[in-house]
Structures are given as structure tokens and as C-alpha cells.
T-cell receptor, first 112, second 114 residues
Framework: DQQVKQNSPSLSVQEGRISILNCDYTNSMFDYFLWYKKYPAEGPTFLISISSIKDKNEDGRFTVFLNKSAKHLSLHIVPSQPGDSAVYFCAASEYNFNKFYFGSGTKLNVKP | DVKVTQSSRYLVKRTGEKVFLECVQDMDHENMFWYRQDPGLGLRLIYFSYDVKMKEKGDIPEGYSVSREKKERFSLILESASTNQTSMYLC?????????????FGDGTRLSIL
């Protein structure tokens, strides 16, 4: 049973607007959460992370929000750019463990 | 920057062959991982290692083995390749356990078993 789920396989957004990618998890022991971005024919690239002691982490155009009570995290990209078009994976791990559980990915298409 | 290098980008092998996928990292990371990526399933962990000669099974180890003789190198072995092992294989590395550290990935090997 998947412990990390991304229920939207794809998302299409107009350039300049906000992209919101969602991720749900089931394991309440998860303590560290990450988002990766993956272009075709390349490996995933680390984008942004958040630990469970925070509910928000921001890095430029990218913000990750964590709602522990709902076991939900989201990635906001503002403003979206065509170069953001990629597959985005969320991942989670328990404290002090280096084993990550990945979601199935959401393919983001930012239209010019 | 961390560099994780996978020896082949594309590989075509035949059913029953023994297949080796090689991965090297240059940042003295202790942890190394092998995943496979399939459509709709995301990344699934096959094996990982947090020290030389140490290995741990991931979620889908059946049909695979690994070798870590040197800290920088982690090899994935398909003992007798089968068509259901056609997939994208991704190697990753990270710093020591005990810290919240992201994993750094190679560019992947797209393996086709005919």
C-alpha cells in the first residue's frame, strides 16, 4: 500500500499563474518531506524540503506547505514558467531514517 | 555539486542474461540507493546501502542483488533478466543517516529486456 500518494497524474497551468501540486501521506511517523522535479531523460532533482516542525518553507518561487493534522503537503509555484514543465514527485521519510517513500508523480505543463 | 554517474543511459539485454548496472558518486556519501521508476508507480526502492559491504532490501528486491565493495560505487545486478524488469533504473546517494538529507540522483539507465 502506497504511503505517499499524488492523486493528480497531471496538471495544466497558464504561464504566470500559480501551480499547486498536492501530496497526501498515511504514516504519522513521517518527519521530513521533499519535492523533486524530473525532466524527461534526466534524474530527479531536489527542489525543496520541509521538516515536521514547520508548516511552511519558501525558496524563491517555490513554497511548500505542510498540514500535519490532514497529512497533506502541497507545492506552490508562483509565477509558473514554461521551464517548470516537468514531473514533480513528493517524498517522505521518518526521523533519522534515510529511506524515502515517493509518490507516483504529477506531470505539470505550463502553457506559454 | 554532488555528481552521481550511472554508467549507461540506455541498455538492451536478452531474457536470462546477467545484467550489471553501475553507479558512482563523488561526494563521499555513505548512503546509496537503487530505484526503479515505472509509469503510475513512481519510484520504488530496490536496495540500499549505508556502508561498504552493507546492504538492505528495499520494497521490491526480488530478482535483484547489489554489491558495494567501495564507498563510491554501488552496483545493481539482475541475476537472470526477465521482461518485467524493463524499466528506468535510478541510482541515488545521500550523506550519513541521522540527518535530514535529500538524496541526489543520477540521470538513470533505461533498461529494455527482450
Amino acid at each position: 500500500d502506497q504511503q505517499v500518494k499524488q492523486n493528480s497524474p497531471s496538471l495544466s497551468v497558464q504561464e504566470g499563474r500559480i501551480s499547486i501540486l498536492n501530496c497526501d501521506y498515511t504514516n504519522s511517523m513521517f518527519d521530513y518531506f521533499l519535492w523533486y522535479k524530473k525532466y524527461p531523460a534526466e534524474g530527479p532533482t531536489f527542489l525543496i524540503s520541509i521538516s515536521s516542525i514547520k508548516d511552511k518553507n519558501e525558496d524563491g518561487r517555490f513554497t511548500v506547505f505542510l498540514n500535519k493534522s490532514a497529512k497533506h503537503l502541497s507545492l506552490h509555484i508562483v509565477p509558473s514558467q514554461p521551464g517548470d514543465s516537468a514531473v514533480y514527485f513528493c517524498a517522505a521519510s521518518e526521523y533519522n531514517f534515510n529511506k524515502f517513500y515517493f509518490g507516483s508523480g504529477t506531470k505539470l505543463n505550463v502553457k506559454p | 555539486d554532488v555528481k552521481v554517474t550511472q554508467s549507461s543511459r540506455y541498455l538492451v539485454k536478452r531474457t536470462g542474461e546477467k545484467v550489471f548496472l553501475e553507479c558512482v558518486q563523488d561526494m563521499d556519501h555513505e548512503n546509496m540507493f537503487w530505484y526503479r521508476q515505472d509509469p503510475g508507480l513512481g519510484l520504488r526502492l530496490i536496495y540500499f546501502s549505508y556502508d561498504v559491504k552493507m546492504k538492505e532490501k528495499g520494497d521490491i528486491p526480488e530478482g535483484y542483488s547489489v554489491s558495494r565493495e567501495k564507498k563510491e560505487r554501488f552496483s545493481l545486478i539482475l541475476e537472470s533478466a526477465s521482461t518485467n524488469q524493463t524499466s528506468m533504473y535510478l541510482c541515488a546517494s545521500s550523506l550519513t543517516s541521522g540527518h535530514n538529507q535529500p538524496q541526489h540522483f543520477g540521470d538513470g539507465t533505461r533498461l529494455s529486456i527482450l
